[in-house]
């Protein structure tokens, strides 16, 4: 039982269930800590159960990411598996691409994470508004994980979209959307 963030109970089971997540150890998930972009992706990398591993794709990110040599060996093959399906493209700073793999991702990162690897359309008519500000490059991505359901926000009416993802929440919002 995850008594620390027992909203997303049902979701962390489902996840563990399908293979999707593994603890920080063999009894911790970990529910509330932030979560690494490098687990996200490949969290993402599993639910859309990529083929993970092809040197092609190892060498293809690896010539495409700067900082590659910062990126943890475990999660090279979800990253570069991600990369190669189009999933992400990295940020890009003076002409060079960063994965940024070691960095917390924030709740709109996530959303546009998700958004993009599953293709959600936003019905316009099911919408919900948050009372903060959005970015507007997150915006499209927020409005299409709340028209189907995968993020509700937080009882004030918050978003918090530059607020850093906790493992629980990204979980919830990734069960939301494949609803298995």
């Known amino acids: 039982m995850h008594l620390e963030a027992p909203w997303a109970e049902q ?31 490949t969290i993402l990398a599993r639910a859309k159960k990529l083929t993970l591993g092809l040197p092609a794709d190892l060498n293809e990110a690896a010539l495409h990411f700067t900082d590659w040599d910062s990126v943890p060996e475990w999660s090279r093959p979800s990253i570069a598996a991600a990369y190669v399906n189009g999933l992400i493209s990295g940020s890009k700073v003076n002409g060079k691409f960063y994965v940024n793999s070691n960095s917390n991702i924030t709740r709109a990162e996530l959303a546009v994470l998700i958004q993009n690897a599953f293709k959600l359309k936003a019905d316009m008519n099911n919408v919900k508004s948050f009372s903060d ?21 937080y009882p004030d009416g918050t978003f918090k979209p530059s607020a850093n993802a906790t493992r629980a929440e990204m979980v919830v919002m990734l069960i939301n959307v494949i609803k298995p």
């Open 11 to 41: 979701a962390i089971e489902k996840a563990y269930a399908l293979g999707l997540i593994n603890g920080r150890s063999v009894d911790i998930f970990d529910p509330n800590s932030n979560t690494k972009r490098r687990e996200a992706i």
């Open 133 to 153: 500000d959005i970015p507007s490059w997150a915006a499209e991505s927020i409005a299409a994980l709340s028209s189907n359901k995968a993020i509700s926000g």
